[in-house]
């Protein structure tokens, strides 16, 4: 509904504040927002403070795309809170998370962060489609060589089906043509 907002939207959206799941209350305030309604944000902004990996990650989606500038301090002091127990990676993830929705909020210097998760190594390829995933909507230009370069090694070298995909969809979000022969 965020995608294709319209007022009509609103009356269903409502009851979805008081949802069960955080994730679908943050999801109910970003369409509402985008169908003209005038929704609490502060609920999104606990949590990115929560354990859970899946609620806090897309707290920061939501962040992003409601494009207030001020979440900006709130994103970065919410980084690494909580999570001293929780898998590496998932951290990481949570990160990813948050660097996206910090450089939607005109804080460039985070793409940093989401271009070296381009090379991490293949046992954390979560990362590298995560990544690519965000630089495509990022439309990150200056990632294209990057995104060419997992398509195009070959080798022991070659990355898994799955990366090359998420570069390839990734490079046609940027406006290109991924050659489709080396996926």
Do not use: W
């Not at 509904?1 to 999801?27: C, G, H, M």
């Not at 898998?87 to 985070?110: Q, T, Y």
């Amino acid at each position: 509904i965020s995608e294709a907002p319209s007022k009509e939207f609103v009356l269903f959206l409502q009851p979805l504040l008081s949802d069960d799941s955080d994730s679908v209350k943050a999801a109910a305030t970003l369409a509402l927002v985008r169908c003209g309604a005038n929704p609490d944000p502060s609920p999104i902004s606990a949590m990115i403070y929560m354990n859970d990996a899946e609620i806090r990650a897309n707290a920061y989606l939501v962040l992003g795309e409601l494009g207030n500038p001020s979440a900006v301090a709130m994103i970065r002091d919410s980084l690494g809170h909580g999570l001293k127990l929780m898998n590496p990676i998932r951290v990481r993830l949570i990160d990813l998370a948050a660097a996206e929705a910090l450089v939607k909020l005109g804080d460039e210097h985070e793409i940093e962060p989401i271009r070296a998760a381009l090379f991490a190594p293949p046992e954390q390829s979560e990362l590298t489609i995560v990544a690519c995933e965000a630089i495509g909507r990022l439309k990150d230009e200056v990632s294209r060589p990057m995104l060419e370069r997992l398509l195009s090694v070959q080798g022991d070298a070659k990355r898994s089906p799955e990366i090359r995909l998420a570069a390839a969809t990734a490079l046609m979000q940027l406006g290109g043509s991924a050659n489709m022969a080396m996926l």
